[in-house]
Structures are given as structure tokens and as C-alpha cells.
């Protein structure tokens, strides 16, 4: 069975951290994994990607102050989320990709997901 599970969300100042995990059952364990993020009006977009090798790629709105990490032992993946903006507030998604182990390979028609957790930015 698939499983993806987040934690970590909540309620930050502006300027503050998060960090948000996401446990992921052994079966998708090779599997490339992002965090994607959806505002209220917004599309789901691509907040950071990493390979099963470990190679990461980011959006521009993000690098620099998110860092995304995984254990491919324990089977998580992380999200440090650091000087955070009021636009960084979105409901926050952990996937995984049926496809691959780049990230390259994921794509929001064909990834696993997790149901989300929440990170609100206040000013």
C-alpha cells in the first residue's frame, strides 16, 4: 500500500522556521519526492524536488531559504523551511512519482500525494 503522511505544519511569523516530514511507505521508497504548494486561487506548483540519489532542484521563490533532504533508510523526507513570507502560506503537499527516481520525473498527473499540511505566515 502507498502511503505518504505529513507533519510539521502550523502558524509562523514572517522571518520565522518550519519544518515539515513526510513518512513514506517502503514501496515508493527509489522514488523521486517533491514538496508542492497550493494557495487559495493558485495552481499546485513545485516547491522542491530531490532525486533518490540526492540531487535537488528548487523554485526560484524558495532557493536559498528551503532546503529539502531525504532518508532513504528511515524513509522520509524533509522540508527546512527558513525566513519564511507571508507568500510562502499554502497548504503544502508531500509526493512521490510513479515513474522515477529523478526529479525530473515528477509531474502532478502521475505523482503519489499526501493529503497536506497547512503552513500559515503572518506578518
Known amino acids: 500500500q502507498v502511503r505518504l503522511v505529513e507533519s510539521g505544519g502550523g502558524s509562523v511569523q514572517a522571518g520565522g522556521s518550519l519544518r515539515l516530514s513526510c513518512a513514506v511507505s517502503t514501496y515508493i521508497r527509489y522514488a523521486a519526492m517533491g514538496w508542492y504548494r497550493q494557495a487559495p486561487g493558485n495552481e499546485r506548483e513545485l516547491v522542491a524536488g530531490?532525486?533518490?540519489?540526492?540531487?535537488?532542484v528548487y523554485a526560484d521563490s524558495v532557493s536559498g531559504r528551503f532546503t529539502v533532504s531525504r532518508d532513504n533508510h528511515r524513509y522520509i523526507m524533509l522540508l527546512q523551511m527558513d525566513n519564511l513570507k507571508v507568500e510562502d502560506t499554502a497548504m503544502y503537499y508531500c509526493?512521490?512519482?510513479?515513474?522515477?527516481?529523478?526529479?525530473?520525473?515528477?509531474?502532478?498527473?502521475?505523482?503519489?500525494w499526501g493529503q497536506g499540511t497547512q503552513v500559515i505566515v503572518s506578518s
Open positions: 530531490i532525486s533518490h540519489s540526492g540531487s535537488t
Open positions: 509526493a512521490a512519482s510513479r515513474s522515477g527516481p529523478h526529479y525530473s520525473d515528477l509531474n502532478p498527473d502521475n505523482n503519489y
